[in-house]
């Protein structure tokens, strides 16, 4: 596997995952904000590094997520991968620390920080972030602007809103040259653009790629383009069930083109199997679907290019006598 593949694994699966999964339990009393000590009988595994690290203080053990598999499980590192995959987009259950007294950040409710951020503009450093860094058209950008998806976040980074199914704003996935998370103290539900009564449901791993897809597709009619923000807890499981409930609804599972799109896609056909709706794969033409557009726009330069070039030649004098 390569390494950039290893990191995007070891980013999206959290070392609690694996401890719950494998029957241990948090021991609130005695963790903290900085390390997690979960038990099992007489084990003890303290989770540290925002939940990408550990070790075990009754031996020398320690890691990152891989190497708490082999540990939990004996198994060799190819095999530590696989049992990793599989806890893709699984959010762990961990405490909810309170604030401590006096402390003012992130105090303020997320709908009331959503409203207070600007939408992006065309020149903003936002709207340049999306268009020339990520290819987006102005088109898409605009849609999902008035479709109020968008904000502008620090230092030119974008937000985008992730609502419940009375549109109400539960948090927003983050997005920057040099940072991506998910909003402080919000919940991951889904990022939607389009009609909410679509019957076709776009499910991406990441808002860019929503966006990235309704770009391809010229925002479809019927569609919605939706995303997870690389999650799936179990309020994005309830509200993909609840749009692919609706009769005449098809689930497109519209996620990456590597081992991990794959994990999510079987997801959604597991749900349009349960549900009782169509289901078909929208597999990107490159590793996901921004990749694809950039590729894309790429091309359009090269044959925008290659067409300057091939223009009319240079005008020659007749010859005389």
Same mark, same amino acid.
């Given at each position: 596997?390569?390494?950039?593949?290893?990191?995007?694994?070891?980013?999206?699966?959290?070392?609690?995952?694996?401890?719950?999964?494998? !029957?241990?339990?948090?021991?609130?009393?005695?963790?903290?904000?900085?390390?997690?000590?979960?038990?099992?009988?007489?084990?003890?595994?303290?989770?540290?590094?925002? @939940?990408?690290?550990?070790?075990?203080?009754?031996?020398?053990?320690?890691?990152?997520?891989?190497?708490?598999? %082999?540990?939990?499980?004996?198994? &060799?590192?190819?095999?530590?991968?696989?049992? *990793?995959?599989?806890?893709?987009? *699984?959010?762990?259950?961990?405490? *909810?620390?309170?604030?401590?007294?006096?402390?003012?950040?992130?105090? &303020?409710?997320?709908?009331?920080?959503?409203?207070?951020?600007?939408?992006?503009?065309? !020149?903003?450093?936002?709207?340049?972030?999306?268009?020339? =860094?990520?290819? #987006?058209?102005? &088109?898409?950008?605009?849609?999902?602007?008035?479709?109020?998806?968008?904000? %502008?976040?620090?230092?030119?980074?974008?937000?985008?809103?992730?609502?419940?199914?009375?549109? *109400?704003? &539960? !948090?927003? =996935?983050?997005?920057?040259?040099?940072?991506?998370?998910?909003?402080?103290?919000?919940?991951?539900?889904?990022?939607? #653009?389009?009609?909410?009564?679509?019957?076709?449901?776009?499910?991406?791993?990441?808002?860019?790629?929503?966006?990235?897809?309704?770009?391809?597709?010229?925002?479809?009619?019927?569609?919605?383009?939706?995303?997870?923000?690389?999650?799936?807890?179990?309020?994005?499981?309830?509200?993909?069930?609840?749009?692919?409930?609706?009769?005449?609804?098809?689930?497109?599972?519209?996620?990456?083109?590597?081992?991990?799109?794959?994990?999510?896609?079987?997801?959604?056909?597991?749900?349009?199997? %349960?549900? @009782?709706?169509?289901?078909?794969?929208?597999?990107?033409?490159?590793?996901?679907?921004?990749?694809?557009?950039?590729?894309?726009? =790429? =091309?359009?330069?090269?044959?925008?290019?290659?067409?300057?070039?091939?223009?009319?030649?240079?005008?020659?004098?007749?010859?005389?006598?």
């Amino acid at each position: 596997m390569e390494k950039q593949k290893l990191e995007d694994l070891r980013d999206r699966v959290p070392c609690a995952a694996l401890l719950q999964r494998a !029957g241990f339990a948090i021991d609130v009393k005695e963790s903290t904000r900085n390390a997690l000590k979960y038990r099992r009988g007489a084990e003890i595994v303290i989770v540290i590094h925002e @939940g990408r690290g550990w070790f075990d203080p009754l031996s020398d053990a320690k890691g990152d997520v891989f190497g708490l598999a %082999e540990h939990l499980d004996g198994v &060799t590192f190819v095999e530590a991968l696989d049992r *990793v995959a599989e806890l893709i987009g *699984v959010i762990a259950g961990n405490p *909810v620390w309170s604030a401590p007294a006096g402390s003012s950040a992130h105090d &303020t409710p997320v709908t009331e920080r959503w409203a207070k951020r600007r939408h992006p503009w065309r !020149g903003s450093m936002t709207w340049r972030y999306l268009h020339t =860094e990520r290819c #987006l058209p102005a &088109t898409i950008i605009r849609e999902a602007i008035q479709s109020n998806c968008l904000r %502008e976040g620090p230092h030119g980074s974008m937000w985008a809103a992730h609502v419940n199914d009375d549109s *109400v704003v &539960t !948090g927003w =996935e983050e997005r920057g040259r040099d940072w991506r998370g998910f909003s402080t103290g919000g919940s991951k539900i889904l990022f939607r #653009l389009g009609s909410s009564e679509a019957l076709r449901l776009c499910v991406t791993e990441a808002a860019i790629d929503a966006m990235s897809l309704a770009a391809f597709e010229g925002l479809r009619e019927g569609s919605v383009y939706l995303s997870t923000g690389g999650g799936w807890s179990p309020a994005t499981d309830a509200a993909v069930r609840r749009l692919a409930a609706r009769p005449g609804a098809v689930l497109a599972a519209a996620t990456d083109a590597n081992s991990q799109g794959e994990i999510f896609a079987g997801r959604l056909r597991d749900i349009a199997e %349960e549900v @009782g709706c169509d289901w078909l794969r929208l597999k990107p033409p490159a590793e996901d679907w921004n990749a694809a557009l950039k590729v894309r726009e =790429e =091309e359009k330069k090269e044959r925008r290019t290659r067409a300057g070039r091939g223009g009319l030649p240079h005008a020659r004098r007749p010859r005389q006598g």
